[in-house]
């Protein structure tokens, strides 16, 4: 069965960056139309930013200015490069996309933790 892997989650102080990437784990199968959401503890899942097959991107207002959604076509991996990070943007990550194209984004991750404290 084909899913979505997500890394690169961790602790920061605020201020600091994390990169969060999200392959396939089966080689043969890249990742099309991704996007990246969170959900912070009580809180309702949260879209932060995507990027199609051709690059297109769009960002929430939340990750506009700080996080910077893009690709790795060795890796086959989409990645989310996180700056400024602050204690608001504490929440469990997930990647989420499509495996051919124009199709459903219906692959999700099993979410990374980013937590950010003094």
């Known amino acids: 069965q084909v899913q979505l892997v997500e890394s690169g989650g961790g602790s920061v102080q605020p201020g600091g960056s994390l990169t969060l990437s999200c392959t396939t784990n089966r080689r043969l199968f890249r990742i099309y139309d991704g996007a990246w959401y969170r959900r912070a503890p009580g809180k309702q899942r949260e879209w932060i930013a995507q990027?199609?097959?051709?690059?297109?991107?769009n960002y929430a207002d939340s990750a506009k200015g700080r996080f910077t959604i893009s690709r790795d076509n060795a890796t086959n991996a989409v990645n989310l490069q996180m700056n400024n990070l602050q204690p608001e943007d504490t929440a469990t990550y997930y990647c989420?996309?499509?495996?051919?194209?124009?199709?459903?984004?219906?692959?999700w991750g099993q979410g990374t933790q980013v937590t950010v404290s003094p």
């Open positions: 990027i199609t097959s051709g690059g297109i991107t």
């Open positions: 989420n996309g499509n495996l051919s194209p124009r199709a459903p984004k219906n692959y």
